[in-house]
């Protein structure tokens, strides 16, 4: 397994646990018919999170363009 390979799976996995997790938020919201309040730091979480996101975000957007310019 190249390294290009690992950070292709990666980003599939970072971009699939989002998704879960958004569509998680939506169907609760629908199930209940109201909105829902989404709160950031109520567990002392903003700040890992946030490097989190700064760390996997150019690894997702590098995974999607090898993916988008790979040879067909």
Avoid: F, Q
């Avoid at 919201?29 to 946030?50: D, F, K, Q, W």
């Amino acid at each position: 397994m190249t390294r290009s390979d690992l950070l292709e799976i990666v980003a599939i996995a970072s971009l699939l646990g989002c998704t879960i997790v958004l569509a998680g938020i939506w169907m609760a919201a629908a199930a209940t018919g109201n909105s829902l309040t989404v709160t950031v730091n109520e567990y002392g979480e903003r700040t890992p999170e946030l490097v989190m996101w700064t760390l996997v975000v150019p690894i997702i957007a590098y995974a999607l363009h090898k993916w988008a310019t790979r040879p067909r």
